[in-house]
């Protein structure tokens, strides 16, 4: 076999490389190789990297053989588990089998997926359930426990998600003893840390990768191996998974779970409880008042500051602290204190101090708010600004950092994720989806829609929703931006559709996407959870639907405080935050529908702001250059209209069914010389000029066709929809009330 290295790699993506040889179906796309390069070169020159690939370009293969053959220890780092077990179960078998079987990757996720056989242990003599279905479940455990190799939660079939035991016997950070425990040779997850010491790729994903981090980063250690290299996939998701693991927060179910574990490593150790079990009891009973407190009206999150927080909080909270502490002298003072016990006083240390810290809401830079679920509640300190985070913790800490996604630039640039995350003079590159978009999807704008804040809003996407149905037959994503929306379009819709109706809450996300898939025709109510890491090929998804442009709501206490902290900074937070926000998670819900070369199917955005506001113009330059339509009488769905590329190459975005000129304006006239006119003619073919419509977005010294005018030349592009022309009879200013 070909000896591959960092300088020849890409050759593997040519058309007659070893992917053309070894997979089927397998189809040249230069920008594959192109990406290829990219990461090839920042793993050789130390680069840090970003590149967003567009959807079809085949990103994982085009880092997964560059880090393989660099000779560096990588982590890649994915943002979904769907994405997470393709490489290991797809992609890295097909490397060992075609490419080279001289490496090892290893697939690793957080802790609560792996069994603590001492927790079992200890829980096997104490053990409670809430039914018999309990009991058949941890029958099943122990069973499993005997034989499993690797202790993954994933393999115990017919074990729901929610099931309660599995909480008592997972391993957990705050209950690990690490080598000091007697079950350390057998544990599972140090046998797992062992294996990532020794592979040259560790797969996991960006909820372990930021919780590692974390840990590390208060002393501990960690689980992932040191690394030379990191790749972040999905990398559009960096910004909020960080924000999560760099907060503090406290739970109202912490003061009970930690009483029970206390109480059980005093009965294994045969301690005398009394007097701590007195503390214990205190502990609970003054959680139990400070958490009520927070009790919301409503289930929203919001910001706890001055005349949001009870008064009695000053009061309790430093009641708690107390007893925290009181709880940590009594367990240190154990004599002959088992390394379990030590390990609990710690973490009833950092319990007292999360308590403090978000209580005392003294440190700048954080907004504090609480979060309800369902019974419980969650005080959360979170930094609103993690660019300093990420640049101290991670860019100045590794050398060759990639970050790669399907959605990371909007308008073509990268300066909005750069600036979020905190990176400074990256590589950029930008490889477009190998897909045809011109004649494989159009994008249905409907010609009029209330605005969204109007009360008719869902009544008319009700009705735009039906008409659209009926010509992709459903099979259909309808995303919303709240449950409020999906709600009420669905109860318009559920008794007028001949299609099988879907809507979130109904069953379990992966239940809902079976179903979908089963029945071609059906139709998925959605919200954000849909929007992205939702691969569903051929003909039972060919419609997606959008209502409103996703923008965050901005009483979101970290929305809020981040919208305040660029008003303080001088800067305009809607554009430099709020829309490039939006703009990527419409590029997500968007990039649902085609994800292969046979896919077809409509877009639909229901919003009127795409088109009314100066801000849409973001939007659509941002989407790839799909056809627009404004009369859904119009969309053909089985073959979709050609596009004209314009004479630079990109295509352009048109309307066919709009007026040329019936909303545009000659505010002023100039007549011209035969000898500009035909100066400006020069090398242009007419037969190559773009239609002109006020629904489209024109260059300097473009050549276009008026309906009114003729052939003319676009001398100057102005603010607000103007437009300069050169045409035969003079200069025309044309003014459009709405620019796309």
């Known amino acids: 076999m070909k000896p591959y290295s960092l300088s020849n790699i890409h050759t593997i993506f040519t058309q007659d490389g070893l992917l053309a040889k070894t997979l089927p179906y397998y189809e040249h796309r230069q920008g594959q190789v192109e990406m290829s390069r990219a990461i090839a070169e920042a793993f050789h020159q130390h680069q840090h990297l970003i590149v967003e690939a567009g959807t079809g370009v085949g990103k994982t293969l085009s880092y997964l053989l560059p880090a393989l053959f660099s000779g560096t220890k990588t982590v890649v780092s994915t943002g979904t588990k769907n994405l997470q077990e393709q490489l290991f179960f797809k992609d890295i078998p097909y490397l060992k089998k075609h490419v080279s079987n001289h490496f090892q990757a290893v697939y690793m996720k957080g802790r609560a997926n792996y069994l603590c056989l001492k927790r079992l242990d200890l829980f096997r003599q104490q053990a409670l359930f809430q039914d018999t279905d309990d009991v058949d479940i941890f029958q099943q455990i122990q069973e499993w426990a005997q034989t499993t190799k690797t202790g993954d939660?994933?393999?115990?079939?017919?074990?729901?998600?929610?099931?309660?035991?599995?909480?008592?016997?997972?391993?957990?950070?705050?209950?690990?003893?690490?080598?000091?425990?007697?079950?350390?040779?057998?544990?599972?997850?140090?046998?797992?840390?062992?294996?990532?010491?020794?592979?040259?790729?560790?797969?996991v994903n960006h909820h372990l990768f930021f919780a590692d981090l974390a840990i590390k980063g208060l002393g501990m250690g960690g689980v992932i191996p040191d690394y030379e290299a990191v790749i972040f996939d999905e990398a559009h998701l960096l910004e909020s998974v960080a924000t999560s693991y760099f907060s503090v927060s406290v739970n109202s179910y912490q003061a009970e779970d930690l009483s029970q574990d206390v109480l059980r490593e005093l009965l294994s150790a045969k301690v005398p409880a009394e007097t701590i079990n007195r503390t214990l009891q205190t502990l609970q009973q003054l959680s139990q008042r400070l958490f009520r407190c927070f009790e919301p009206q409503s289930p929203s999150r919001y910001r706890l500051k001055e005349g949001s927080v009870d008064n009695d909080v000053a009061k309790i909270g430093p009641d708690v602290a107390n007893i925290l502490l009181m709880l940590i002298s009594q367990l240190r003072g154990i004599k002959d204190c088992p390394e379990e016990i030590k390990a609990l006083a710690d973490r009833t240390e950092e319990m007292k101090n999360s308590l403090e810290f978000v209580l005392n809401r003294n440190e700048p830079g954080y907004v504090y708010w609480c979060e309800p679920q369902g019974r419980a509640i969650f005080l959360h300190a979170s930094?609103?600004?993690?660019?300093?985070?990420?640049?101290?913790?991670?860019?100045?800490?590794?050398?060759?950092?990639?970050?790669?996604?399907?959605?990371?630039?909007?308008?073509?640039?990268?300066?909005?994720?750069?600036?979020?995350?905190?990176?400074?003079?990256?590589?950029?590159?930008?490889?477009?989806?190998?897909?045809?978009?011109?004649?494989?999807?159009?994008?249905?704008?409907?010609?009029?829609?209330?605005?969204?804040?109007?009360?008719?809003?869902?009544?008319?996407?009700?009705?735009?929703?039906?008409?659209?149905?009926?010509?992709?037959?459903?099979?259909?994503?309808?995303?919303?931006?709240?449950?409020?929306?999906?709600?009420?379009?669905?109860?318009?819709?559920?008794?007028k559709l001949p299609y099988k109706l879907l809507?979130?809450?109904?069953?379990?996300?992966?239940?809902?996407?079976?179903?979908?898939?089963?029945?071609?025709?059906?139709?998925?109510?959605?919200?954000?959870?849909?929007?992205?890491?939702?691969?569903?090929?051929?003909?039972?998804?060919?419609?997606?639907?959008?209502?409103?442009?996703?923008?965050?709501?901005?009483?979101?206490?970290?929305?809020?405080?981040?919208?305040?902290?660029?008003?303080?900074?001088?800067?305009?937070?809607?554009?430099?935050?709020?829309?490039?926000?939006?703009?990527?998670?419409?590029?997500?819900?968007?990039?649902?529908?085609?994800?292969?070369?046979?896919?077809?199917?409509?877009?639909?955005?229901?919003?009127?702001?795409?088109?009314?506001?100066?801000?849409?113009?973001?939007?659509?330059?941002?989407?790839?250059?799909?056809?627009?339509?404004?009369?859904?009488?119009?969309?053909?769905?089985?073959?979709?209209?050609?596009?004209?590329?314009?004479?630079?190459?990109?295509?352009?975005?048109?309307?066919?069914?709009?007026?040329?000129?019936?909303?545009?304006?000659?505010?002023?006239?100039?007549?011209?010389?035969?000898?500009?006119?035909?100066?400006?003619?020069?090398?242009?073919?007419?037969?190559?000029?773009?239609?002109?419509?006020?629904?489209?977005?024109?260059?300097?010294?473009?050549?276009?066709?008026?309906?009114?005018?003729?052939?003319?030349?676009?001398?100057?592009?102005?603010?607000?929809?103007?437009?300069?022309?050169?045409?035969?009879?003079?200069?025309?200013?044309?003014?459009?009330?709405?620019?796309?």
């Open 383 to 495: 930094p609103i600004d993690i660019s300093e985070d990420m640049q101290r913790n991670i860019f100045q800490q590794v050398s060759r950092i990639v970050l790669t996604s399907a959605t990371l630039s909007t308008g073509n640039s990268f300066d909005f994720v750069k600036e979020r995350l905190g990176i400074e003079q990256p590589v950029e590159l930008i490889v477009d989806s190998p897909f045809d978009y011109e004649q494989q999807a159009v994008l249905y704008l409907p010609q009029w829609m209330p605005e969204p804040n109007s009360p008719d809003f869902t009544a008319f996407v009700a009705s735009e929703v039906a008409q659209v149905l009926e010509k992709s037959q459903g099979r259909a994503f309808l995303l919303f931006t709240s449950y409020r929306n999906m709600d009420d379009v669905y109860e318009r819709l559920k008794h």
């Open 153 to 203: 939660r994933s393999e115990i079939r017919g074990m729901p998600d929610s099931y309660g035991p599995w909480r008592d016997v997972c391993c957990t950070r705050e209950t690990c003893t690490g080598s000091q425990c007697e079950f350390y040779k057998p544990c599972f997850l140090f046998k797992m840390k062992r294996e990532a010491d020794e592979a040259d790729l560790v797969i």
């Open 503 to 740: 809507k979130q809450g109904e069953k379990s996300r992966n239940a809902l996407l079976d179903d979908f898939k089963k029945d071609v025709h059906s139709v998925l109510f959605a919200t954000s959870s849909f929007w992205q890491g939702v691969d569903v090929q051929g003909d039972a998804l060919s419609c997606v639907i959008i209502d409103k442009l996703p923008f965050a709501s901005p009483s979101e206490p970290i929305v809020e405080a981040r919208i305040e902290n660029l008003r303080n900074r001088n800067e305009n937070p809607f554009m430099s935050y709020q829309v490039p926000s939006a703009v990527i998670t419409l590029k997500q819900g968007l990039g649902r529908l085609i994800r292969s070369k046979q896919d077809k199917g409509i877009l639909c955005i229901l919003d009127n702001r795409l088109l009314t506001k100066q801000y849409g113009r973001v939007f659509l330059e941002s989407l790839p250059r799909f056809p627009i339509v404004r009369d859904v009488k119009d969309i053909i769905f089985t073959s979709f209209r050609s596009v004209r590329s314009s004479k630079n190459g990109k295509i352009r975005k048109k309307d066919q069914s709009a007026p040329y000129s019936a909303q545009a304006a000659e505010v002023r006239s100039c007549p011209s010389s035969n000898s500009e006119w035909e100066s400006a003619l020069e090398g242009k073919d007419l037969m190559s000029a773009s239609h002109y419509s006020m629904y489209d977005v024109f260059a300097e010294d473009e050549l276009i066709l008026h309906e009114g005018f003729g052939h003319g030349v676009v001398t100057a592009v102005h603010p607000e929809g103007k437009i300069e022309v050169l045409f035969k009879s003079g200069r025309k200013m044309l003014i459009h009330d709405q620019v796309i």
